[in-house]
């Protein structure tokens, strides 16, 4: 558990199935089936559906986003830091009302999205919003200082926007 948010949960290490990939993935997928299949987390009382296909090794496409880095679909890897925090999602997606949580809403990609960065731990969780319904789309580790920079000017932007209109 980390210090300044006593809400997430351990991380889940690597060395937790002694350096084996395939015990390691397994246990990976038994937490995201744990918080995303067997059950729903809601964000502000809307429950959240799951991308489900395409599915690879038999796992949902959301997995692999929370899971993977790259650009190109086919070409993703792994990535130890983002595999660590499989647990963090959900929560940060339930306690989005938390103020060590930074809320907005923007578009990316022609899409409408969700962020939720939890700035203290360099985290950032992006749900899909369908108008319909919300998707858990990825989540990763904020790292560089322009991807900081970036994410302030975008949260300060969706701020000031929405107290202009009210």
Not at 54 to 83: M, Y
Not at 116 to 128: D, I, M, N
Request: net charge neutral; glycine share 4%; hydrophobic share 30%.
């Amino acid at each position: 558990m980390t210090d300044s948010v006593n809400w997430l949960p351990d991380l889940v290490l690597l060395e937790d199935c002694q350096g084996n990939w395939e015990k390691y993935l397994n246990l990976l997928y038994d937490y995201f089936k744990k918080d995303f299949l067997e059950s729903s987390p809601y964000f502000e009382g809307q429950r959240l559906g799951l991308k489900k296909h395409p599915k690879s090794d038999g796992k949902e496409a959301t997995f692999w986003h929370i899971i993977q880095e790259g650009q190109v679909e086919e070409d993703k890897i792994p990535d130890l830091r983002r595999c660590e925090r499989i647990r963090w999602p959900r929560p940060v997606i339930e306690s989005a009302g938390d103020s060590a949580i930074k809320v907005w809403r923007n578009e990316r990609k022609g899409e409408n999205r969700i962020c939720l960065w939890l700035e203290s731990e360099e985290y950032l969780v992006v749900l899909a919003d369908r108008t319909k319904y919300i998707l858990p789309w990825t989540a990763y580790m904020v790292t560089k200082p322009h991807q900081t920079r970036k994410l302030q000017r975008e949260y300060e932007n969706y701020c000031r926007n929405k107290d202009q209109k009210g």
